[in-house]
């Protein structure tokens, strides 16, 4: 019963700005980390960005200073803020969180559907 939701994709030029929001919901007992992947064709699934429950966060390098990821713990959401975007961006992202509901054993992760992101001109 536990699902994540993503919104935000989208057509962008290069340069521009989107904003990735994914919203847990359902009979939720803890969540952990939570974070973004994104696969393009052709290339290795990519772990963008992560943020543990307390806010610390990691970036992949390709990109670290153009992307912020943050939570809000009282709506059990995760955003991802991407600026400067570059055609390399372009590729289906995908949200996932590490969290127990109140019927699972333990925790585990859940992903979202998907949302397409391409950058071009």
């Known amino acids: 019963q536990v699902q994540l939701v993503e919104s935000g994709g989208g057509l962008v030029q290069p340069g521009g700005s989107l904003r990735l929001s994914c919203a847990a919901s359902?009979?939720?007992?803890?969540?952990?980390?939570m974070g973004w992947y994104r696969q393009a064709p052709g290339k290795e699934r990519e772990l963008v960005a992560s943020?543990?429950?307390?806010?610390?966060?990691s970036y992949a390098d390709s990109v670290k200073g153009r992307f912020t990821i943050s939570r809000d713990n009282a709506k059990k959401m995760v955003y991802l803020q991407m600026n400067s975007l570059k055609p390399d961006d372009t590729a289906t992202y995908y949200c996932y969180a590490d969290l127990r509901g109140f019927s699972d054993y333990r925790f585990q992760r859940y992903w979202g559907q998907g949302t397409q992101v391409t950058v071009s001109s």
């Open positions: 943020i543990t429950d307390g806010g610390s966060t």
């Open positions: 359902g009979s939720i007992f803890r969540i952990g980390v």
